[in-house]
């Protein structure tokens, strides 16, 4: 899980341990990566990661090649981020564009969920532009009982959410359900076709 609030035990890590306390009630290990308030640089599409063959970004002096590695051993990914200005925080989306282009391969088919806090207003259009990267990366996206939204402003102030907190511990008992799932089956993910790019402008 990666708590994209530079506020590291604020309302984002509340809703997220909400979630984790449940997945350890069903036997499912998670841990919480939090963005901090270091910086985290944004893709200058150098292509150095495609043209090297890397496997991850080509900078390595912020988080996100932590969190690559450890999408190596990670069966789910959940990124939940405050909202500014009706959007998430833009360092985890920066950290969400850089691993997913560098590291793509390490996410896909895998599980993912999104999580949107906020004060009052923009939460959905944030909760939609987290789930954008997912569907473009063939990851079967989780829900719950209603968008994964919790508010809260003052730090603390989430847990008094009681709708927001349940639609939290019914988003990981549905993410344990799919993975458990997954699991049991051993189902091989879906043979992709090769990518078809078309570009409007001929």
């Known amino acids: 899980m990666i708590n994209g609030s530079p ?3 604020g ?3 509340i809703a997220l341990s909400e979630m984790a306390k449940v997945l350890q009630e069903q036997g499912i290990e998670s841990e919480i990566v939090s963005l901090g308030v270091k910086p985290v640089r944004s893709c200058i599409a150098c292509g150095q990661c495609k043209v090297k063959d ?3 970004c080509l900078f390595d002096d912020d988080m996100c090649n932590c969190v690559v590695e450890k999408l190596d051993s990670a069966d789910a990914l959940v990124v939940g981020s405050p909202v500014y200005y009706g959007v998430p925080n833009g360092g985890v989306l920066s950290l969400v564009q850089r691993v ?14 999104a999580v949107a806090v906020c004060r009052r207003g923009g939460a959905t259009a944030a909760y939609q532009t987290l789930n954008m990267p997912f569907q473009m990366m063939n990851m079967p996206v989780v829900t719950s009982q209603y968008w994964n939204i919790v508010y809260g402003r003052e730090p603390g102030q989430a847990a008094l959410d009681t709708e927001g907190m349940q639609t939290m511990r019914t988003l990981a ?8 799932n997954i699991k049991a089956g051993q189902v091989p993910l879906p043979k992709r076709e090769p990518w078809q790019p078309m570009h409007f402008i001929r």
Do not use: C, D, I
């Open 100 to 113: 997913f282009f560098s590291a793509g391969s390490k996410v896909q088919g895998k599980p993912a969920a």
């Open 54 to 56: 890397l496997g991850r």
């Open 7 to 9: 506020h590291r035990e």
């Open 11 to 13: 309302n984002t890590y």
């Open 173 to 180: 008992h549905n993410m344990a359900w799919l993975l458990k």
